[in-house]
């Protein structure tokens, strides 16, 4: 079985840290290690009474750098990760599920799974809880929430993935999990959105949403031109 054995996160403000800490602490077993890249934060602030934690102090400026850094670290010692947002909450099953159909799909398809990541309640597309294509419900969720289905893109919010199917992000903020993304798809890579469920709190880390776009589409024309007049 294609185990979970690590969760891996990157925090600016660290202000919603205590409560995803604290969901994992109550909801995630025990053998499972954290990973947390910052700019500066005291481990006695950010403990756990039964997880390992693996504070690492880092200069990353963005989003890609940070997330490259800390799950690079992590998959030293882990095959497979979990990669989260600092400003989520675990759901009491969020973990069980998304261990459960990860070891699934990996053991149908191997490499081939890029992203496996969870639904919450803010995100876009299919990957959000308010998301339905046909309305259709089953008690009180959606039919399609019943079952995995796949999606060109995941954001990671809370997403499980195999170091033999990571590719670095780029050094951005905005537009950077959709080109990731991108990248895997090209490689025939097939993202899948599961079950589990988190509840995402968002927007907590990055400026204002058009001054992150216009920084990401001046590094995309300066760096990446197949991409900048894909995403302009």
């Given at each position: 079985m294609s185990k979970l054995t690590a969760i891996c996160m990157?925090?600016?403000?660290?202000?919603?840290?205590?409560?995803?800490?604290?969901?994992?602490?109550?909801?995630?077993?025990?053998?499972?290690?954290?990973?947390?890249?910052?700019?500066?934060?005291?481990h006695m602030d950010y403990h756990s009474k039964k997880h390992a934690m693996n504070l690492v102090k880092t200069d990353a400026e963005n989003?890609?750098?940070?997330?490259?850094?800390?799950?690079?670290?992590?998959?030293?010692?882990?095959?497979?990760?979990?990669?989260?947002?600092?400003?989520?909450?675990?759901?009491?099953?969020?973990?069980?599920?998304?261990?459960?159909?990860?070891?699934?799909?990996?053991?149908?398809?191997?490499?081939?799974?890029?992203?496996?990541?969870?639904?919450?309640?803010?995100?876009?597309?299919?990957?959000?809880?308010?998301?339905?294509?046909?309305?259709k419900r089953i008690g009180v969720?959606?039919?399609?929430?019943?079952?995995?289905?796949?999606?060109?893109?995941i954001a990671p919010i809370c997403a499980a993935i195999h170091r033999d199917s990571w590719i670095d992000y780029l050094p951005i903020n905005w537009f950077s999990d959709s080109i990731q993304c991108s990248m895997m798809n090209d490689k025939g890579m097939h993202h899948i959105v599961s079950t589990a469920y988190v509840h995402h709190v968002g927007s907590?880390?990055?400026d204002a949403g058009y001054i992150e776009r216009e920084k990401a589409l001046d590094y995309l024309q300066k760096n990446n031109v197949e991409y900048y007049e894909a995403l302009k």
């Open positions: 990157s925090t600016v403000h660290a202000r919603n840290l205590p409560v995803l800490l604290k969901s994992i602490e109550q909801y995630v077993p025990d053998g499972v290690q954290i990973y947390i890249a910052h700019k500066g934060i005291q989003y890609g750098d940070a997330y490259n850094f800390i799950c690079k670290r992590a998959f030293e010692n882990h095959e497979s990760i979990i990669v989260c947002n600092d400003d989520i909450v675990f759901h009491p099953d969020t973990y069980d599920i998304l261990q459960k159909e990860y070891s699934f799909i990996r053991n149908e398809i191997g490499n081939l799974l890029g992203w496996l990541g969870c639904r919450t309640d803010y995100a876009a597309g299919v990957q959000n809880i308010r998301w339905s294509e046909d309305q969720k959606f039919e399609y929430e019943t079952k995995p289905v796949e999606s060109h893109f907590q880390s990055l």
